[in-house]
């Protein structure tokens, strides 16, 4: 990840205006730009509220969910605007394009992982410890919340059903499983399988 520009010596008020010229730039110059723009700030601005409200683990998954599908939906854009202009010959603006959709998909793993993070702590396990898989099964689209890292696992702390709306749970996880219905099928309502090991991140 690249390092982050210093702006300590801007006062606030030159902060936002160049805030607001940056997010103009970015208006004009083709939808993918203005959209990988806007989950930038959004993202940032949900991440601060979380830390300055401390909010609980549920509160926190959902935000997690929120920020990584709206993410997803930008890099699907920005990689859709890459794609057209390589088609077009016009190398220069796909390589524009390409960082954009480079920065979309860090923003959707630390989504990501914030997600897992929260889940953990709903589950009561450390976020190294659990996995979440998405899944088009012989039983229907399928949210699962596992202890370890295999896709395949028999046994799940939560399994969300998205096409029945139903859910089983450890005993342990009943107070919690209203809150992981809403989780979940918010997971299973993004596109495409997907299976997030919490021994992929660095939570150091």
Request: glycine share 4%; with cysteine; net charge neutral.
């Amino acid at each position: 990840m690249e390092d982050e520009l210093d702006f300590s010596e801007l006062s606030d008020d030159q902060i936002i205006a160049l805030l607001r010229s940056l997010m103009r730039e970015a208006s004009r110059r083709n939808p993918a730009a203005q959209k990988a723009a806007e989950q930038v700030v959004i993202t940032e601005a949900e991440r601060h509220r979380a830390m300055q409200c401390g909010g609980t683990a549920e509160a926190a998954a959902l935000r997690a969910q929120d920020r990584a599908a709206a993410v997803e939906a930008g890099r699907q854009l920005a990689r859709a605007e890459y794609e057209r202009r390589v088609a077009a010959g016009l190398l220069t603006e796909a390589h524009q394009a390409r960082q954009m959709v480079d920065t979309a998909a860090t923003l959707e793993r630390e989504a990501e992982q914030d997600l897992l993070r929260a889940v953990a702590v709903i589950t009561g396990h450390k976020p190294s410890e659990i996995s979440i898989v998405c899944a088009d099964t012989r039983k229907g689209r399928r949210v699962m919340v596992n202890l370890g890292h295999d896709r395949f696992q028999p046994d799940h702390l939560a399994d969300y059903n998205v096409d029945t709306k139903r859910i089983s749970v450890k005993r342990h996880l009943m107070p919690a499983k209203k809150t992981l219905i809403e989780i979940l099928a918010k997971m299973g309502a993004r596109q495409g399988d997907y299976h997030l090991r919490g021994d992929q991140f660095d939570w150091r």
